[in-house]
């Protein structure tokens, strides 16, 4: 297969080009116990662990799996992106993000983000890393209709750039779910990258096509 003739490169947020030293899950956690004090306090290490497992998926379904009540799950996710916002001061890009995404956009790749946060978040990180200019899209689950493992974000993100094919369509992710939503989409290359929640196992268990230590490390193979 010839890599060359990607159109759509769909990146993941935090742990794939952007490097939040935790503050994701610090955020889950000050929810839970914001919300759910009692609950954490019993469940803290199984509720971190899923939290962890579940990276880049809707922060409201996450919640709800983990609790089982809409409101308090609404309670919590609300609460999480205050928390999140609180703390992107601490986060960074990845080195070589930037000048990535231009030489992609260069080439006739175009660039979209997809994530986990809702639309307020996703916009402040956009906004905060001066990415406005360097991507052509960007999508939530609530704008799609569903979070991963759904493909439908890809399939919004495609679709709003006019990319019919899934096979001209490369997925970048820090986590499995990352994977497992490429291969439902049918996209031609799904890469893993260990900047974030998951390792080599996590991503060869789901298939993933290359395991690469960053994203950066993604250039050379979707021009090749």
Avoid at 8 to 16: K, N, P, Y
Avoid at 166 to 173: E, I, N, R, S, T
Wanted: hydrophobic content about 45%; some cysteine.
């Amino acid at each position: 297969m010839s890599y060359s003739v990607f159109r759509l490169a769909v990146f993941d947020v935090a742990g794939t080009i952007l490097s939040d030293d935790g503050v994701v899950i610090r955020s889950f956690e000050a929810a839970f116990e914001a919300v759910v004090p009692e609950v954490w306090e019993q469940k803290r290490e199984a509720f971190t662990d899923f939290a962890q497992k579940t990276m880049g998926q809707s922060k409201i379904e996450v919640f709800f799996a983990l609790l089982g009540d809409q409101r308090l799950a609404e309670a919590c996710a609300d609460r999480f992106q205050r928390e999140y916002l609180l703390r992107l001061k601490e986060t960074r890009l990845f080195p070589g993000i930037e000048q990535m995404f231009a030489m992609l956009r260069t080439n006739g790749i175009k660039i979209a983000l997809n994530t986990g946060f809702n639309r307020d978040t996703l916009n402040q990180i956009i906004g905060s890393h001066a990415l406005e200019g360097l991507i052509d899209v960007s999508v939530t689950p609530q704008e799609a209709g569903a979070g991963r493992p759904s493909p439908a974000m890809i399939r919004l993100s495609a679709q709003k750039l006019g990319v019919e094919d899934p096979k001209l369509v490369a997925v970048l992710g820090d986590t499995a779910t990352d994977i497992e939503t490429a291969k439902s989409f049918g996209a031609g290359l799904s890469i893993g990258v260990l900047t974030g929640a998951h390792n080599s196992a996590d991503f060869e268990s789901v298939g993933a096509d290359l395991v690469l230590e960053r994203a950066t490390d993604a250039l050379p193979h979707l021009l090749r």
